[in-house]
């Protein structure tokens, strides 16, 4: 994502005034030690707003990858087609932990973290915990992938609506990957924008 414009330079501090020369009523050079202090002066006000664009921008950048409000109304009534021709319903996970995982085949960063994925689901499904990766794409890329390089959790088909349904969870960019954590209560408990690291499943299942 292109990161936010920076200013386009900083304001230098005003130099000392010139002194006029006794005798010839011309201005007379700078003695060596107002030239240093302009020196230090304007590296000070570089140094300073450079700090100060640099906080705005990763201020911007973490609200723009940072979850916005979620709204689960009609969540638990949704479906999904899967692969396979059939359909699974979000009802039917309801009551244990579930990860919701929102990928596509065309995104890295998706595609690197499912193994991880796999691994953990592996671990932890029998200990209560749902993982359902939604595949933001089209069929037949989807089956081709899981062909190649299959996933132990179930995958359904969000097509292009998984990019609106992942808004209503505050992924507000519409990004890939983005991962929701839901309670055995129906609540969300975590979201990410982004890969998904073994810290971040380690941290969400403690």
Same mark, same amino acid.
């Given at each position: 994502m292109t990161p936010p414009s920076q200013p386009g330079g900083a304001p230098e501090a005003s130099p000392p005034a010139a002194a006029l020369h006794p005798e010839a009523g011309q201005q007379a050079p700078l003695s060596a030690a107002p030239r240093a202090a302009a020196a230090r002066s304007r590296r000070w006000a570089m140094g300073a707003v450079a700090v100060v664009a640099a906080a705005a921008g990763a201020g911007l950048a973490l609200r723009r990858y940072s979850p916005g409000q979620a709204d689960l109304t009609g969540f638990w009534e949704r479906s999904f087609p899967t692969p396979d021709g059939g359909t699974l319903a979000l009802s039917s996970l309801r009551g244990q932990r579930l990860l919701l995982n929102f990928w596509a085949t065309w995104c890295p960063p998706c595609v690197e973290e499912l193994p991880m994925l796999s691994a953990f689901y592996n671990q932890n499904k029998s200990n209560g915990w749902h993982l359902l990766g939604l595949a933001v794409d089209k069929p037949g890329p989807v089956s081709q992938f899981? /062909? $190649? /390089?299959?996933?132990?959790f179930p995958v359904a088909l969000a097509g292009m609506e998984g990019v609106e349904f992942s808004r209503s969870l505050g992924n507000e960019a519409g990004a890939l990957p983005f991962s929701v954590l839901l309670? /055995?209560?129906? =609540?969300? $408990?975590? $979201? =990410?924008?982004?890969?998904?690291?073994?810290?971040?499943? /380690?941290?969400? =299942?403690a």
């Open positions: 899981l /062909a $190649r /390089a299959p996933v132990s309670g /055995a209560d129906g =609540k969300i $408990r975590q $979201r =990410k924008i982004g890969q998904l690291h073994e810290a971040d499943l /380690a941290a969400w =299942k």
